[in-house]
């Protein structure tokens, strides 16, 4: 893996891509959960999608998404992201740059909203839908 951030363990390692190591780090990422059984954090969406820019750029970061995705089913892997979104149109979209999320029956989403009195999560995935409350502290 690059040696962008030290790993704080042996089977931990922590990447900080720029725009220059950009696509090392997705081959290098690639080629380990190829391998082997990893989980993949991208924290978050919001700033990965700051890499591309341009006309096709949210193709290309879904692009990018959809193959990890694909390879991560082989080898049993899972990819979790996080992203400040919202909706619009009918369709989630970042905030506040209004690129266009993808959507599949595979990904599992967790919606984090609050109110008054609860933290409330809404976990979706295909013809799933569960909600979720968690009463805030007085």
Same mark, same amino acid.
């Given at each position: 893996?690059?040696?962008?951030?030290?790993?704080?363990?042996?089977?931990?390692?922590?990447?900080?891509p720029?725009?220059?190591?950009?696509?090392?780090?997705?081959?290098?990422v690639?080629?380990?959960?190829?391998?082997k059984k990893?989980?993949?954090?991208?924290?978050?969406?919001?700033?990965?999608?700051?890499?591309? @820019? /341009? =006309?096709?750029?949210?193709?290309?970061?879904?692009?990018?998404? &959809?193959? !990890?995705?694909?390879?991560?089913?082989?080898? #049993?892997?899972?990819?979790?992201?996080?992203?400040?979104?919202?909706?619009?149109?009918?369709m989630?979209?970042?905030?506040?740059?209004?690129?266009?999320i993808?959507? @599949? /029956? =595979?990904?599992?989403?967790?919606?984090?909203?609050?109110?008054? &009195?609860? !933290?409330?999560?809404?976990?979706t995935?295909? #013809?799933?839908?569960?909600?979720?409350?968690?009463?805030?502290?007085?």
């Open positions: 893996m690059s040696k962008t951030i030290e790993s704080p363990a042996d089977n931990i390692t922590i990447v900080k720029t725009l220059g190591n950009l696509e090392n780090v997705i081959n290098e690639i080629h380990q959960v190829v391998d990893t989980i993949v954090i991208i924290d978050s969406l919001n700033v990965l999608s700051n890499f591309f @820019s /341009g =006309k096709d750029s949210g193709r290309i970061l879904n692009a990018y998404l &959809m193959l !990890l995705a694909s390879i991560s089913e082989q080898s #049993n892997s899972r990819i979790i992201f996080s992203s400040v979104a919202k909706k619009k149109d009918g989630w979209v970042l905030s506040p740059t209004n690129r266009h993808v959507d @599949s /029956g =595979k990904i599992l989403k967790i919606f984090v909203t609050e109110n008054s &009195m609860d !933290l409330v999560l809404e976990v995935r295909e #013809n799933y839908l569960r909600n979720f409350s968690v009463r805030k502290d007085s």
